[in-house]
């Protein structure tokens, strides 16, 4: 299973956030904002190597595969070099915040307990918003399939055509044509059904084997024999392939 980097968007505002509440918390503890700010401009490489490696690689390739073994020795290895870079982090504070004085080191700057257990409630905050994201993403398939299933359950799409309800099955339906504010649906058998009804709303009702592939045309994914970039094929009929749906009908296609 692979953990999946959400929108950038939020890994910035996360960062921001650590970045503006360690500085604050610091700061507030030292007197000093400005040194406060540098000090954990400098650990905050650290910190995030540390979490996207614990995150995104020891995690799903790993803990998440029952790897346990190698899951605790490489998280391990992992605890040693983040601590051993805080270490590196704390010398250059020394020299760059400190003036080369260890009596001029602030609280916190020189302990390298306190900091390793920073650094990894973050690493932790890290991994339960990714688990909170994962339950989120879990909950959406599963009331998208929920949808799909009861799509299913009418086996049938039913439409009004010249003041009669006609019931016409989603296995013999070929394609749907658009005709304005009417539709146009095609079966194998030839037969052609007109009903005056929005191409967009039957999007909404048939089952994920349809597809559109033009504002114009929706095509059952089972009966397409060939296709390109440009074009589907069905029983030796040609449809054309939007431009904005060309690279997800593709996709879908292929799959």
């Not at 953990?3 to 503890?29: A, M």
């Not at 033009?214 to 589907?232: D, L, M, P, T």
């Given at each position: 299973?692979?953990?999946k980097?959400s929108?950038?968007f939020?890994?910035?505002?996360?960062?921001?956030?650590?970045?503006?509440l360690?500085t604050?918390?610091?700061?507030?503890s030292?007197?000093?904002?400005?040194?406060?700010?540098y000090?954990?401009?400098?650990?905050l490489?650290?910190?995030?190597?540390?979490?996207y490696?614990?995150n995104f690689?020891?995690v799903?390739?790993f803990?998440?595969?029952?790897?346990?073994?190698?899951?605790?020795l490489?998280?391990?290895?992992?605890?040693v070099i983040?601590l051993?870079?805080?270490?590196?982090?704390?010398?250059?504070?020394?020299?760059?915040?400190a003036?080369?004085?260890f009596?001029?080191m602030?609280f916190?700057?020189k302990?390298?307990k306190?900091l390793?257990?920073?650094?990894?409630?973050i690493?932790?905050?890290?991994s339960f918003?990714?688990m909170?994201?994962?339950?989120?993403?879990?909950?959406?398939?599963l009331?998208?399939f929920?949808?799909e299933?009861e799509?299913?359950?009418n086996?049938f799409?039913?439409l009004?055509?010249n003041?009669?309800?006609?019931?016409?099955?989603?296995a013999?339906?070929?394609?749907?044509?658009s005709?304005?504010?009417?539709?146009?649906?095609?079966?194998?058998?030839?037969?052609?059904?007109?009903?005056?009804?929005?191409?967009s709303?039957?999007?909404?009702?048939?089952?994920?084997d349809?597809?559109?592939?033009?504002?114009s045309?929706i095509?059952?994914?089972?009966?397409?024999?060939?296709f390109?970039a440009?074009?589907?094929?069905i029983?030796g009929i040609?449809?054309?392939?939007?431009?904005?749906?060309?690279k997800?009908?593709?996709?879908l296609?292929?799959a």
């Amino acid at each position: 299973m692979k953990l999946k980097i959400s929108n950038p968007f939020y890994h910035v505002l996360f960062w921001l956030v650590v970045v503006s509440l360690l500085t604050f918390i610091f700061g507030h503890s030292w007197g000093n904002g400005l040194n406060a700010f540098y000090f954990i401009s400098m650990m905050l490489p650290v910190v995030m190597g540390t979490s996207y490696f614990f995150n995104f690689y020891l995690v799903p390739y790993f803990l998440l595969k029952k790897k346990y073994f190698l899951f605790g020795l490489y998280f391990f290895n992992l605890i040693v070099i983040s601590l051993y870079l805080q270490m590196v982090v704390i010398f250059f504070s020394f020299i760059y915040l400190a003036n080369f004085s260890f009596a001029g080191m602030q609280f916190g700057t020189k302990d390298v307990k306190l900091l390793g257990i920073v650094m990894y409630l973050i690493v932790f905050m890290g991994s339960f918003l990714i688990m909170l994201q994962q339950l989120a993403e879990r909950q959406k398939e599963l009331e998208l399939f929920k949808i799909e299933e009861e799509k299913r359950k009418n086996a049938f799409l039913e439409l009004l055509s010249n003041r009669q309800l006609v019931r016409i099955p989603f296995a013999e339906i070929t394609y749907i044509e658009s005709l304005s504010d009417y539709v146009r649906v095609h079966t194998d058998n030839g037969q052609k059904v007109t009903s005056k009804q929005k191409i967009s709303a039957l999007t909404e009702i048939l089952p994920a084997d349809f597809i559109r592939i033009h504002r114009s045309f929706i095509v059952n994914k089972e009966k397409v024999s060939r296709f390109n970039a440009n074009e589907v094929e069905i029983n030796g009929i040609e449809l054309n392939i939007g431009r904005t749906y060309k690279k997800e009908v593709v996709s879908l296609l292929k799959a």
